[in-house]
């Protein structure tokens, strides 16, 4: 359900995105990563000086840890459309500011995936993606593939799951004049 918050000159229309089970995914690939570098040394871990162990679990730690705010920051993705602009927003880390006059067309589609990708898990797409039907869409949804709303620009495609698509689509439309 959208949410109208208001500044000092324009509304600004908050839309989540659907519920997905992105964060349990990036935790469960931490959580992996932490014990791939640490369970072989287990059975020998009496015979492997302290620091060579630490580093181990520091270098665990190092690709655990960003995976684990990123599952932290799934609360904050949202999509805000102000009279001049689509902001899509996730963290502090992605912003994208679509301009209102660059939209052209709205669809959704389940996308093709191809073999490389950015960042992108079940349930969490995350920046510019490449997809095999697509190209290269900048994503910003609790999806990676299935039903992906994909809003087509002067510069470019990006893609979004908000929870309620036909307000959302509705709400764009009106204010671009469709």
């Known amino acids: 359900m959208p949410v109208d918050t208001t500044s000092r000159d324009t509304a600004v229309v908050t ?26 040394l287990l059975p020998v871990a009496g015979e492997i000086p302290l620091p060579i ?7 665990g730690l190092l690709f655990a840890i960003p995976l684990l705010v990123l599952a932290a920051w799934i609360p904050t993705m949202r ?10 927003r996730y963290g502090p880390i992605l912003r994208y500011r679509i301009p209102l006059d660059d939209i052209q067309e709205m669809r959704r589609k389940n996308l093709k995936i191809s073999l490389w990708s950015s960042m992108r898990f079940p349930g969490l797409a ?24 994909l809003i087509d ?24 004049g469709a």
């Open 15 to 40: 839309f989540r995105p659907r519920p997905s089970r992105g964060g349990a995914w990036l935790v469960a690939v931490a959580v992996g990563i932490v014990v791939l570098m640490v369970a072989p």
């Open 153 to 176: 620009t002067r510069r470019g495609t990006y893609g979004v799951t908000p929870a309620d698509e036909e307000a959302f689509v509705a709400a764009v439309r009106a204010r671009i």
């Open 53 to 59: 162990l630490l580093i181990n679990v520091g270098i």
């Open 79 to 88: 999509y805000e459309l102000d009279d001049e602009a689509l902001t899509l």
């Open 126 to 149: 995350l920046f510019t993606v490449p997809y095999a039907d697509e190209g290269r869409v900048k994503m910003c949804a609790t999806a990676a593939a299935d039903r992906i709303l």
